[in-house]
């Protein structure tokens, strides 16, 4: 009498789990979860030894309107480059509750990297800006 292991031990080398597909359904969900791993980790920002210059001079172009305020350009990463580039600064309304806080150059151990600007929530008591990554330690 055989046993349950012996019966699917038998079944994997006798190609029945392959000519059902199971192991091309599995070999192929490997390869896309490993192709998105490498594609997401290739969206984080690089590291430079000195931050970039930026030459190009631009207008700052007309207020749309009363009410809105003016955003300085951020640096991005280009990956196919390797380096950062500039984006221009663009004018836009205030968020209620909220204040924006620019991008800056940040030193770490692999070199300066650029941290974007962003909208941050107000405590409206104390005036003291909620800073969403300090909050997460």
């Known amino acids: 009498m055989k046993t349950i292991t012996e019966t699917n031990d038998r079944k994997w080398f006798t190609g029945k789990y392959i000519k059902n597909g199971k192991i091309l359904g599995i070999f192929l969900y490997v390869i896309v979860f490993t ?12 590291y430079v030894v000195t931050e970039p210059s930026y030459n190009d001079v631009y207008d ?3 207020s749309p309107g009363l009410g809105y305020i003016w955003i300085d350009g951020d640096w991005r990463w280009n990956h196919r ?9 663009y004018w836009t ?6 204040s924006y806080e ?5 030193s770490g ?3 300066k990297s650029w941290v974007k600007g962003r909208w941050e929530r107000r405590n409206n008591a104390s005036g003291h800006v909620h800073d969403r990554d300090n909050n997460r330690r």
Do not use: D, K, L, M
């Not at 390797?82 to 984006?87: K, L, M, Q, S």
């Not at 309304?93 to 909220?98: A, D, E, I, L």
């Not at 620019?102 to 940040?106: D, I, M, V």
């Open 35 to 46: 192709g998105a791993c490498v594609a997401f980790s290739s969206c984080a920002a690089g």
């Open 60 to 62: 700052r172009p007309v």
């Open 81 to 89: 480059s390797n380096i950062y580039v500039h984006e221009h600064g």
């Open 93 to 98: 309304r205030p968020r209620t509750g909220q």
């Open 102 to 106: 620019p991008g800056h150059w940040e």
């Open 109 to 111: 151990p692999r070199g």
